[in-house]
């Protein structure tokens, strides 16, 4: 079973510009969740998505959004973006409820100059 | 809201040396609680969880962590550290259904030989 995949791997931007980030879940995984990964912050909780449906979200201005598809598929954009957002950005699967567990993709790394 | 707290921002430990890293949380209730690693250049992987029942819980790799209700923390513990576990390691806690996974701030080990 392919495991979550989340592309690209690298990102490099400038101040203003937005920018698209893609998770694939694992196959059968209706839940798909998006933090980021800072040195000194760990991971913070930017939103998650049930059934194309965002059902949880974390303390992050109006400028990080996201979606999910019908094929469980999600998108993260952020416009605007600034210096500070430059961080890992992980995404994570699981099959729905916050005790099981998730499986994680290895990051798209966001540089902003 | 439940929290994470993880004191040790990073530790270093010789190679066949025990290990214990340190976590706290903070939740009236019982909570869901989790180990994850990752690895360098990597998304997280589970290592072990705590939902109830025996307070002991043996995870891959080696590890265990130890619930203890009366100081509000699980503890992970490895006996004997091999290279190949130097990582950063992240404590999470749930509280259930479906609600969001918090993380702590991470530990980041360093193996020595």
């Known amino acids: 079973k392919a495991g979550v995949t989340q592309t690209p791997r690298y990102l490099i931007k400038t101040r203003g510009q937005q920018v698209t980030l893609s998770c694939s879940p694992i196959?059968?995984?209706?839940?798909v969740s998006w933090y980021q990964q800072t040195p000194g912050q760990g991971l913070q909780f930017l939103f998650e998505y049930f059934s194309e449906t965002q059902r949880n979200k974390g303390n992050f201005p109006g400028r990080f959004s996201g979606r999910q598809f019908s094929n469980s598929r999600s998108e993260m954009n952020v416009s605007t973006l600034e210096l500070g957002d430059s961080a890992l950005y992980l995404c994570?699967?699981?099959?729905?409820?916050?005790?099981?567990?998730?499986?994680f993709g290895s990051g798209t790394q966001l540089s902003v100059l | 809201a439940q929290s994470v707290t993880q004191p040790d921002i990073h530790i270093t430990v010789s190679e066949g040396a025990s290990l214990e890293l340190r976590c706290n949380y903070s939740?009236?209730?019982?909570?869901?609680l989790f180990w994850y690693v990752q690895s360098p250049g990597q998304g997280l992987q589970l290592l072990l969880k705590y939902f109830s029942g025996d307070t002991l819980v043996q995870g891959i790799k080696g590890f265990e962590a130890e619930f203890k209700r009366s100081q509000s923390s699980f503890n992970l513990r490895k006996p004997s550290v091999h290279w190949s576990d130097a990582a950063e390691y992240f404590c999470?806690?749930?509280?259930?259904?479906?609600?969001?996974?918090?993380f702590g701030t991470g530990t980041r080990l360093t193996i020595i030989p």
């Open positions: 999470a806690v749930a509280t259930g259904g479906n609600e969001k996974l918090t």
């Open positions: 939740y009236g209730a019982t909570p869901y």
């Open positions: 994570a699967s699981s099959l729905g409820l916050a005790t099981e567990k998730l499986f």
């Open positions: 196959s059968g995984h209706r839940s």
